[in-house]
């Protein structure tokens, strides 16, 4: 068994982790919540975009445009969003297992777009081909990041580099709970059933989709971009608690080995004071 001193150390420094953890908890707790808000504050536009253009592509229907229309499949390109840095209990590891089986499955040629240091660090030991990267885009993602990322996606899609685009990403459900999610991306799917409401658009359909459908993907991505960050953020959260409920375990357990430790020190010193009494006299 260890001595007092031993496991008086041992006690200092996961006291000193859990320090650490706590506070993290804390920091990711709050940084939670900004994302929350962000998240929240975004989804109105996002579904509100998407339910224009299924109303105007469903009234409109001889409207062409590149990004509707569908090719033979033969390259596709998954945009895997993961975070920066670790920490954040299996958020990126369950992620990166689901693409991992999607790859796995695919019959055409594969190639990625990483978001993400984490997911791109995984795959590329696998030497899967990357056709861009976009890394340290911070806690708190902007829109201009976000299109980014989309004009290079559009790009790849326009110039034959992909026929289907697929988003792989983290859906934020709760602070415990979070969701790998997969969407396609590109080529945008026309939505089937009859016709809802009628526009009446001026100057042209072509002209209106060539502006809202590049608008769809950059708002696409900014939302998996914040879905993604309330999601490491929670996982944080979530791991670090865990890490500090562990710590508290462990120091009762070293101060119960401590405290009997003490006890067989002082028993020993007891016998051997009796003893010596003892061949004394």
């Known amino acids: 068994m260890a001595g007092a001193q031993d496991i008086r150390r041992r006690i200092r420094s996961v006291s000193n982790m859990e320090q650490i953890t706590k506070a993290m908890k804390m920091v990711s707790a709050s940084k939670l919540r900004r994302a929350q ?3 929240v504050a975004s989804r109105p536009y996002a579904r509100q975009l998407q339910a224009v253009l299924e109303r105007l592509a469903q009234s409109q229907g001889s409207v062409t445009h590149p990004l509707l229309k569908k ?4 390259k596709v390109v ?6 920066d840095r670790g920490l954040c209990g299996g958020y990126n590891a369950n992620l990166i297992r689901k693409t991992s089986g999607l790859i796995a499955e695919t019959q055409q ?4 777009v990483a978001v993400g ?13 990357f056709l861009a990267e976009f890394i340290g885009l911070g806690d708190n993602p902007t829109y201009n990041q976000a299109k980014e990322i989309a004009q290079e996606v559009v790009r790849l899609y ?8 697929y988003l ?19 080529p945008i799917e026309q939505p089937e059933g009859q016709p809802g409401k009628s526009y009446m658009v001026e100057p ?5 989709l060539s502006t809202l459908l590049p608008k769809y993907i950059e708002t696409e991505i900014f939302w998996t971009i914040l879905e993604g960050k309330a999601s490491e953020q929670g996982a944080r959260m979530t791991a670090m608690s865990s890490a500090s409920d562990n710590a508290k375990e462990m120091i009762a357990k070293y101060t119960l080995a401590m405290n009997r430790a003490r006890q067989a020190a002082i028993t020993t010193e007891i016998s051997e004071i009796v003893s010596g009494a003892a061949a004394l006299e």
């Not at 240091?117 to 081909?129: P, T, W, Y």
């Not at 792989?168 to 590109?186: D, G, N």
């Not at 042209?204 to 209106?208: D, L």
């Open 109 to 112: 040629e594969v190639k990625m």
């Open 78 to 83: 998954y945009v895997l969003v993961t975070s």
């Open 117 to 129: 240091r984490k997911g791109r660090d995984f795959f590329r030991r696998g030497k899967m081909e």
């Open 37 to 39: 808000t962000r998240l």
């Open 168 to 186: 792989l990403y983290t859906e934020f459900v709760t602070a415990l709970t979070q969701r790998p999610t997969q969407i396609k991306l590109l």
């Open 204 to 208: 042209s359909p072509e002209e209106i």
């Open 158 to 165: 326009e110039q034959g580099e992909a026929d289907e685009v």
């Open 71 to 74: 090719r033979p499949v033969e």
